[in-house]
Nanobody
Framework: QVQLVESGGGLVQAGGSLRLSCAASGRTFSSYAMGWFRQAPGKERAFVAG????????YYADSVKGRFTISRDNAKNTVYLQMNSLKPEDTAVYYC?????????????????WGQGTQVTVSS
């Protein structure tokens, strides 16, 4: 069982930066691949970024590539999402998720555990 708690969301102007954190409980955090997803009002939850168990492989949605960076610190049981050059269309609730099952990091159904989400609002 893994519990995930996101933090770091808030209100920022376009062009600004935020760093989201996702703290995980449990001693097996390093076994899990992690992902960040987001859900804007009236839209489906969508993949943002993913990282494998070691941090050696990362994956990004085309819409955030070059602006967002996912990383993890297994000693701290934490995964991060550094978001730079934010745009109003990045406004959403951001969720972190954990999975043991193999498969595409973009596939929501492969994730076993989800956090409650943190709101990110980018003003123009």
């Amino acid at each position: 069982q893994v519990q995930l708690v996101e933090s770091g969301g808030g209100l920022v102007q376009a062009g600004g930066s935020l760093r989201l954190s996702c703290a995980a409980s449990g001693r097996t955090f390093s076994s899990y691949a992690m992902g960040w997803f987001r859900q804007a009002p009236g839209k489906e939850r969508a993949f943002v970024a993913g990282i494998n168990w070691s941090g050696g492989s990362t994956y990004y949605a085309d819409s955030v590539k070059g602006r967002f960076t996912i990383s993890r610190d297994n000693a701290k049981n934490t995964v991060y999402l550094q978001m730079n050059s934010l745009k109003p269309e990045d406004t959403a609730v951001y969720y972190c998720a954990a999975r043991l099952r193999p498969g595409s990091p973009e596939n929501l159904s492969r994730y076993d555990y989800w956090g409650q989400g943190t709101q990110v609002t980018v003003s123009s």
